[in-house]
């Protein structure tokens, strides 16, 4: 896994600084066409633990320092930034260097902005609901109680973006599949499909990952306008379900079945809120008939959402979301017996309540999923209080309630936790 | 007889005072007049506009706290619709970020209003809140920064002293704000509003802003020279809570010819130039 990371980190920076060398003035000393660097970043310990007995994991759900250095220059022609973080991890029990971004972003014409090398994707309308963002997240690191940036994991990608009076284009293009971080048994305890029970750290079957480059790629492709004060997109996405959706016939290992996704959205004003809509088709093209019981279903996924500010410096949103299997009678025939089933669909509904408090310096916030479908419950209640400009302290839990223990939420049930950190920003 | 004599005399003072009063009142600009251009000279000089910012947020106990931003503002050449773009520098925790305000002069349209989240790449919508609701905590509220429509108050002339045109200004939605009413003191030359008092309803003073600098920044329009009176310097006192928060403007630039598409999601993901340095 080191070995990997620092793959991945040498690409980066060798492809930044190719780029940085084929754009460069010929002119001059190299680096005099460079800013001054500007760096910043954090020092951050992090502390959290289960609030009840796991089986499968340690008592310990977080335990971390971390150091974010980011450094950033630009030219005439380009900006240029890195972003990494050195991560002493005592869950893991191991240090750990998480290369977070390293690109360089150009404007080349009024119509053209580009963007290469590692960076953060996001787009879609959901709040902590993703339907046609379907770049990586960290799941394990929004679950244990990490700051909520680490839930957007970096991808290794090309962004094109076009604009234009009519209508603007973004393109990426991921030239080898980023897969979420996804929840698998190192940090956190889950439902174990192939065995029908609970797991952890004994069963951490890496999963088989696609990974060749410009053959195992991802292409999601963007275009949006405005309408009169409405944001209107459209999306498409081909590549891999994110996290591991089937499993391997041969090695029984989690795969990573195609994954080809269409979908819309819209956001605007509504009386004095703003509301939101998206619906998502997910074609599992590796089982468009529904008929594998190793690979995931097609879904329909739909979202309707609508945040208000309800007295001055407090906010509410409420989503109601909709995932809908599509091949559920072949599902149903197909599954082994024995084994749980899931519901054709899925509701969840989301509440966000955030009050600022003392100068907008302390921040109460509570996100809340809950699913009726699946008698399961998620619960983010969270504190952060800036101390001063520089020094930030949190504490906050994650708690996972459910009837069954193979239902979304309800697997994690046993990693219900609390988390307290301190971070020197500079 | 005397009350003959008296009438008259009453008479004669009052149509004295009258004479008085409209010759005063020729040299002095209507109610209108006045409110009109200084809202003007604080909220709209120029087609557009930059400045870099630095706020000092000290609260009773003297700990003190500070905010830097580039501001950019563009004027809608068709009305008083403003849009804004706020690009934070510090403290560290909100560098990067950028707020961005469409503004609509019509008191029936909502503004819109963006934020952007750059460690998650995101593009966040916020609800049109209430404008009198803190700017980035500090005293200063929302419509601080942005302005408060002149169609939201009645606007009286109270008095004219040698310096200031001393307006006072009262909700016409008294339950939509905090204050009964507001006195507004507008430099007779500029026509900057130098100092504004908030009253509650029991008439006592709970907050006060004041211009404390005033530069003429030197701009060209339509290919002329000009000089545009600026507040380089301004506090606002929390009287109440004892805070204040002191704003210092500074690299002021006018009529930079910026672009409309700045306003837009494209350079919120990815400031322009003009806003980051």
């Given at each position: 896994m080191g070995k990997a990371i620092f793959k991945k980190t040498g690409i980066g920076i060798i492809s930044l600084l190719l780029a940085a060398l084929v754009f460069a003035d010929e002119g001059g000393s190299f680096w005099d066409d460079f800013s001054p660097p500007q760096i910043h970043g954090f020092y951050e310990m992090r502390g959290g633990y289960r609030t009840q007995n796991d089986r499968y994991q340690k008592d310990k759900s977080v335990m971390e320092t971390r150091l974010q250095i980011e450094a950033s220059t630009f030219t005439d022609w380009a900006d240029f930034k890195f972003k990494g973080d050195l991560l002493g991890d005592f869950v893991l029990e191991e240090g750990d260097f998480d290369f977070r971004e390293g690109w360089v972003f150009a404007r080349p014409t009024e119509y053209l902005d580009v963007k290469i090398g590692r960076q953060i994707l996001t787009w879609g309308t959901g709040d902590l609901l993703f339907i046609n963002d379907l770049f990586p997240k960290d799941w394990q690191a929004f679950f244990i109680g990490r700051d909520v940036d680490y839930l957007k994991a970096p991808s290794d990608a090309a962004k094109l973006s076009f604009f234009t009076e009519l209508i603007n284009i973004d393109?990426?293009?991921t030239p080898q599949f980023d897969p979420d971080r996804y929840v698998r048994g190192e940090r956190l305890s889950y439902w174990y499909a192939p065995e029908n029970r609970r797991a952890g750290r004994d069963r951490r079957t890496p999963a088989e990952r696609p990974d060749d480059w410009f053959r195992d790629d991802e292409i999601a492709v963007r275009l949006y306008r405005t309408i009169s004060n409405y944001e209107v997109a459209l999306y498409g996405y081909r590549g891999f379900w994110k996290s591991p959706a089937g499993q391997s016939p041969t090695t029984g290992r989690p795969i990573f079945p195609d994954l080809n996704a269409y979908g819309a959205s819209v956001r605007g004003p509504l009386g004095s809120g703003i509301a939101n809509a998206e619906i998502g088709y997910y074609e599992s093209a590796d089982d468009k008939s529904g008929k594998d019981p190793l690979i995931n279903n097609s879904e329909m996924r739909y979202l309707v959402g609508y945040t208000q500010e309800i007295v001055a410096d407090l906010n509410a949103g409420v989503q109601y979301y909709i995932e809908q299997m599509l091949d559920y009678s072949a599902y149903k025939r197909s599954h082994p017996t024995g084994s749980k089933r899931r519901d054709r669909d899925r509701h969840v509904v989301t509440l966000r309540l955030t009050q600022l408090l003392w100068n907008q310096n302390?921040?109460?916030?509570?996100?809340?999923?809950?699913?009726p479908s699946d008698n399961d419950a998620y619960l983010r209640p969270s504190i952060h209080y800036k101390a001063t400009d520089h020094l930030a302290l949190e504490t906050g839990a994650n708690v996972f309630v459910g009837k069954s223990p193979h239902t979304f939420f309800g697997q994690f049930e046993d990693n219900t936790n609390i988390y307290a950190a301190v971070r020197y920003s500079f | 007889m005397k009350r003959k004599m008296a009438g008259f005399f009453v008479t004669s003072f009052i149509f004295s005072v009258i004479v008085l009063a409209h010759n005063v009142q020729a040299q002095t600009p209507s109610v209108d007049e006045i409110i009109?251009?200084?809202?003007?000279?604080?909220y709209y000089q120029g087609q557009d506009g930059k400045s870099k910012?630095?706020?000092t947020i000290t609260d009773r106990q003297g700990r003190t706290r500070n905010r830097e931003f580039i501001i950019l503002r563009k004027n809608d050449p068709d009305n008083d619709d403003q849009k804004y773009f706020v690009y934070f520098q510090a403290p560290a925790d909100v560098r990067r970020m950028v707020f961005m305000v469409h503004k609509y002069a019509a008191l029936d349209k909502d503004d819109d209003r963006w934020l952007y989240l750059p460690n998650l790449d995101l593009v966040r919508r916020i609800a049109a809140g209430d404008k009198r609701t803190s700017f980035v905590g500090s005293d200063f509220l929302y419509e601080d920064v942005s302005g408060r429509s002149l169609l939201e108050d009645t606007h009286e002339l109270l008095r004219t002293t040698e310096e200031y045109y001393v307006i006072k200004s009262?909700?016409?939605?008294?339950?939509?704000?905090?204050?009964?009413?507001?006195?507004?003191?507008?430099?007779?030359?500029?026509?900057?509003?130098m100092k504004m008092e908030y009253y509650e309803k029991d008439e006592s003073l709970y907050r006060v802003i004041e211009s404390k600098k005033l530069e003429m920044i030197k701009a060209k329009e339509d290919g002329k020279e000009v000089e545009y009176p600026t507040v380089t310097q301004s506090v606002v006192k929390d009287l109440k809570s004892g805070s204040a928060t002191e704003m210092t403007f500074s690299d002021i630039q006018y009529n930079l010819g910026l672009n409309d598409t700045i306003f837009t999601e494209r350079y919120l993901k990815r400031p322009p130039r003009e806003a980051m340095r």
């Open positions: 393109i990426v293009y302390l921040e109460l916030s509570m996100f809340t999923y809950y699913s | 009109t251009q200084a809202n003007h000279v604080a910012v630095k706020m009262v909700p016409k939605k008294p339950e939509t704000v905090e204050f009964t009413y507001f006195l507004v003191f507008i430099d007779k030359t500029t026509f900057m509003p």
